[in-house]
């Protein structure tokens, strides 16, 4: 038997502890947040990850279609070629996406922003005190260097953003004085970089409340707030979403959570809390799993099967006990109907199937609506394919596994050791030590 319920009825059956959370802590979280993408500048500094430049434009439209508010799309001052592609990226004149290229505090990063055709730019700079000591930069340096940096960029037509690197390391005196010293210069948004990943939501809701309290509070305009959150421990997108909740209108975010390490908070996860949350991104939802399966091939990095939202599994079930609940009701065991993310869900035939299970899979392979088996006929199925999934070969399995690990490794490689030590050889052999070079004419012994 199924059930239909009203929104009304679902309510009252659904508990949802999120609204009663927010209602009691009398939280006014954001009605809109805007997604910063970060896919095609800290996505790709994925280890072995490099994108062509129809690739980046391929993802920047994408990213434009679906509702992206801002995708960072480069580092201009890193090389011509980098900042040719930034250039060609702006000039793609995207209908919805606004195009940033980051710069450090420093006069010709901001040029090279310039020549790329920029009109909104990213400022960064580390700031806690292990980069402090290892930077040879005081406080005051830094605060300088800011200031000069964001009025260059303000006195050039530049809209800037300003992001406190690895602030969530930092002594909070400097912190806010990192932030206060941008907003005066001119930064129209600020951003707390969670870099290596160390904050959990207790400490992330802890420093935006105090950043907002005593920053945001006592500008003179409405600056805007972002959280880079990394997924080091695996707290990226509950970080993400603590932040928001606590005011940050702009988190920022990689497709499928690529990133360096452990990578980012993954844009579909953080879209779709949000969502549950009664929060606007503006994303179009069902887009989703395009989005993904065209990054994904492109990065050359396959996701897991486990991977929420865009998974292979993420709608996915195998047990009799929940298809026979989800025929029921699909909520019983969703947390969402997967159409609303442009998926399907999909039921397993395996050793934990049951008679609802096999009836399922006949009225969905047969597409026959009305099948009269007798009960007994159906115990015989499900007692067969219990035994034929139990009776796979795990040594089989185990073989093609390894194969698929084995290949795996070559989408992941970088330069090769020896292509690296022939590109020392050709260019710094003169002053490798005689001891280090390769020792030409000698056999090995045996």
């Not at 659904?14 to 959370?21: F, G, Q, R, S």
């Not at 707290?235 to 928001?244: D, P, S």
Request: hydrophobic residues 35%; neutral net charge.
């Amino acid at each position: 038997m199924s059930y239909k319920f009203t929104t009304e009825e679902l309510e009252k059956l659904l508990i949802d502890y999120n609204k009663i959370a927010c209602g009691d802590f009398k939280i006014e979280q954001p009605k809109n947040v805007y997604i910063w993408d970060e896919t095609l500048r800290d996505g790709e500094q994925s280890p072995t990850v490099t994108l062509t430049l129809d690739e980046k434009i391929h993802l920047a439209k994408l990213m434009d279609d679906i509702g992206v508010k801002l995708i960072a799309v480069g580092f201009p001052a890193v090389s011509e070629s980098e900042k040719n592609i930034v250039k060609t990226i702006v000039n793609e004149n995207l209908r919805r996406s606004t195009i940033l290229g980051i710069a450090r505090p420093r006069k010709d990063d901001i040029d090279a922003c310039i020549d790329a055709d920029l009109k909104e730019i990213v400022i960064f700079m580390p700031i806690s005190p292990i980069f402090r000591k290892t930077l040879k930069q005081t406080e005051q340096d830094q605060l300088e260097k800011i200031r000069t940096a964001i009025l260059y960029a303000k006195e050039n037509g530049l809209k800037v953003n300003w992001v406190s690197e690895d602030g969530t390391r930092c002594d909070f005196e400097h912190l806010k004085n990192v932030f206060m010293t941008a907003i005066d210069a001119g930064a129209e948004r600020i951003v707390l970089g969670d870099t290596v990943g160390v904050l959990t939501p207790c400490s992330t809701r802890y420093l935006i409340t105090r950043i907002r309290e005593e920053v945001l509070d006592h500008a003179k305009e409405k600056i805007y707030m972002g959280i880079h959150t990394h997924n080091d421990f695996g707290m990226a997108v509950a970080n993400t979403i603590t932040g928001v909740i606590q005011g940050c209108e702009y988190p920022h975010t990689c497709i499928n959570g690529y990133g360096e390490r452990a990578g980012n908070a993954a844009l579909d996860e953080v879209v779709m809390n949000l969502h549950r949350l009664g929060i606007n991104t503006g994303i179009k939802l069902n887009l989703l799993p395009e989005l993904s399966e065209v990054c994904e091939k492109y990065f050359c990095k396959p996701l897991s099967q486990y991977k929420p939202i865009v998974g292979d599994y993420a709608f996915s079930h195998e047990s009799g006990l929940h298809i026979a609940a989800i025929l029921a009701h699909p909520l019983t065991y969703e947390p969402i109907n997967p159409r609303i993310v442009g998926r399907r869900r999909k039921f397993y035939l395996g050793k934990f199937s049951g008679s609802k299970s096999i009836m399922a899979a006949l009225k969905n392979k047969l597409e026959v609506l009305d099948l009269d088996i007798p009960e007994d006929i159906i115990r015989k199925i499900v007692t067969e394919v219990k035994t034929k999934h139990e009776s796979t070969s795990k040594e089989d399995l185990r073989k093609s596994f390894h194969i698929i690990k084995e290949e795996l490794k070559k989408i992941t490689r970088g330069v090769s050791d020896k292509d690296f030590f022939e590109i020392v050889n050709k260019y710094a052999q003169p002053y490798v030590p005689d001891e280090f070079k390769p020792k030409l004419g000698k056999s090995k012994n045996k």
